[in-house]
């Protein structure tokens, strides 16, 4: 009997244990393993999946650290979800024009090309144009056309 008991409390207790290590793990921020290693590829021309200030951060002082004193930029694409899809990456078109002038202000080893969206799968085109292609309202979100990084980019899909 004192076996069967004790060998519950020490189950219980193991569970405990495994419990707050997986909490922990939860917690613990996780390298960021993508962006070290497309920064390491050699003659890298343009990356196309920049979908956050943050990311572009990170990719920002990944290339600067690799390529030290090199003025080469990295080109990239802002990816946009345009059809709003919960299955598709990407950031919300209100928060692009800010994504952009955050790039073209403070990365300084990334060279912002344009933008890259995914539309909606069978869209029907008897509807009209695919309105997740439409990005010319956010060139018009610029107050001039000088200050504007949409002036000659590239869309990609």
Wanted: aromatic residues 6%; proline residues 7%; hydrophobic residues 35%.
């Amino acid at each position: 009997m004192w076996k069967v008991a004790m060998s519950e409390e020490v189950g219980k207790a193991v569970q405990s244990v495994l419990e707050r290590v997986k909490q922990a793990a939860a917690r613990r921020p996780k390298p960021d393993v993508p962006v070290c290693q497309l920064s390491c590829v050699p003659n890298l021309f343009l990356l196309e999946t920049i979908d956050s200030p943050k990311l572009a951060d990170k990719v920002n002082s990944s290339w600067q650290r690799l390529r030290g004193a090199s003025s080469q930029r990295l080109k990239i694409m802002v990816q946009v979800n345009t059809s709003g899809e919960q299955n598709k990456h990407g950031l919300p078109p209100e928060d692009t024009v800010n994504t952009v002038k955050h790039i073209v202000s403070q990365c300084s080893a990334l060279h912002f090309s344009g933008l890259m969206t995914i539309g909606r799968y069978g869209y029907d085109l008897t509807l009209g144009p695919n309105p997740d292609f439409q990005v010319q309202t956010l060139k018009d979100s610029f107050p001039s056309k000088k200050q504007s990084p949409f002036s000659h980019i590239k869309i990609g899909v």
